[in-house]
């Protein structure tokens, strides 16, 4: 969740400052980190998003139970 705010409070801040190098840098870096974050995460528990968004390469998990925050650690 805090790479997904980061994420967007840098897209934000770009909108307004699009000539901000050292913003678009950590920008990429952060974009890159989170992506990484939520194929870790879809290796473990299933796609996070629905509609094309998360490929679900050997079954259809988006309706496998329990859904993460059902489990109990």
């Known amino acids: 969740m805090a790479l ?3 994420c967007l409070d ?4 770009l909108d307004t400052h ?3 190098y ?3 840098s950590d920008f990429n870096q952060c974009a890159q980190q989170l992506a990484q974050a939520k194929k870790e995460y879809e290796s ?8 094309g968004q998360s490929p679900s390469p050997n079954a259809w998990r988006w309706v496998e139970d ?8």
Do not use: H, M
């Open 22 to 24: 050292r913003a678009l």
């Open 18 to 20: 699009p000539e901000d």
């Open 44 to 51: 473990l528990y299933g796609p996070l998003l629905n509609y």
């Open 4 to 6: 997904e705010f980061t």
């Open 10 to 13: 840098l897209n934000l801040y």
């Open 66 to 73: 329990p859904w993460p925050w059902e489990t109990i650690f």
